[in-house]
């Protein structure tokens, strides 16, 4: 699944002490949150939007410490 404000891949973020994030813009959240449900991950939004000069608004997804990144990377990965 490409991102629609940076043209590329969507990417999930993890490492040491963190279960996973991923920034998502706001006009394509309902789209991530399909996916991220129909394959039974935990996660949570968070309840802040940004936008950096008026641009277009993003949001974070957080997983749940009993997700595996690299899933919901394969995931996003094969999503249409």
Not at 5 to 31: H, K, N, W
Not at 41 to 61: A, H, L, Q
């Amino acid at each position: 699944m490409i991102d629609v404000m940076t043209q590329r891949p969507f990417d999930v973020r993890y490492g040491e002490g963190i279960a996973g994030s991923l920034r998502v813009p706001v006009d394509q959240l309902d789209e991530i949150q399909r996916v991220l449900d129909q394959n039974g991950f935990r996660y949570w939004v968070s309840e802040y939007r940004y936008s950096m000069k008026g641009g277009p608004e993003w949001t974070r997804i957080e997983f749940s410490h009993s997700v595996d990144p690299k899933a919901v990377q394969s995931a996003l990965d094969q999503a249409n």
